[in-house]
């Protein structure tokens, strides 16, 4: 099965696929970076909101927290301060399929009623709630407790929520120790409570960009990551088989 010409490659994306399809309002996708996590996630929702019409919006959000040494105050208004940020989203439409492309005109009509994809900063969520949406949270391993604690319970009727992140990439050092981690937190916690009925995990150990990227992954990725976040991790390996 394909999704804007999106299909899966390995047997860690074959299993994504259903979990994204699901009823389940949370699923949860971890793995290294080029496993694919953002660029399924995205194409599935897609087609779930724009063709099937299972949701009234896709929803992508993250934190705005910048790579390496902070650029400092980015002017404009909040669309032009937020737009940086939606990279990994515009640059998983290049490829997709020119359907993917013509989708564009949902997350750019001047008409509210006519947009079906929005893109909202996280530090805009509180006190909102998702009715009908297919929401997309990329770089979840940067979200402290509180914060995490606030996105999750944004959940409304006919809404699923996924959460996306790589563990080897945190940026705020006090998040590298597990309990202070929001994603860790939540995902641990729904594992501990045994409430398989309303969430999925599926790791992504299978890198699928340029093969060099694989080849960092083994150097870097265990530097400075917790022993208990890959073991978390690990737990998605075979989650639902």
Not at 24 to 39: E, M
Not at 104 to 114: E, I, N, P, R, V
Not at 141 to 156: F, K, P
Request: hydrophobic letters at 35%.
């Amino acid at each position: 099965m394909g999704f804007y010409g999106i299909t899966a490659r390995n047997n860690g994306q074959r299993r994504l696929i259903p979990a994204l399809l699901s009823e389940k309002p949370y699923a949860f996708i971890t793995g290294p970076a080029g496993g694919g996590k953002t660029l399924i996630v995205q194409a599935v929702g897609m087609h779930r909101v724009v063709e099937e019409r299972d949701f009234r919006k896709l929803v992508y959000t993250r934190l705005q927290v910048q790579l390496g040494k902070d650029t400092g105050f980015i002017p404009g208004d909040l669309n032009e301060k937020t737009y940086p940020f939606l990279r990994p989203f515009l640059d998983n439409l290049e490829a997709m399929t020119p359907a993917a492309k013509q989708t564009y005109h949902y997350l750019t009509a001047g008409d509210d009623s006519k947009k079906r994809i929005f893109f909202d900063p996280i530090q805009t969520l509180r006190g909102g709630t998702f009715h009908d949406s297919y929401v997309i949270v990329d770089e979840t391993q940067n979200l402290d407790v509180a914060t995490m604690h606030g996105v999750a319970t944004r959940l409304g009727e006919r809404t699923k929520i996924i959460f996306c992140g790589n563990f080897a990439q945190i940026d705020d050092g006090k998040l590298r120790t597990p309990q202070m981690n929001g994603m860790y937190r939540l995902l641990s916690g729904l594992y501990e409570a045994g409430a398989h009925e309303i969430f999925d995990h599926v790791n992504l150990t299978e890198v699928e960009r340029h093969k060099a990227v694989g080849i960092v992954e083994d150097i870097l990725r265990n530097h400075e990551m917790s022993p208990d976040f890959a073991e978390l991790e690990a737990r998605g390996n075979d989650y639902g088989v």
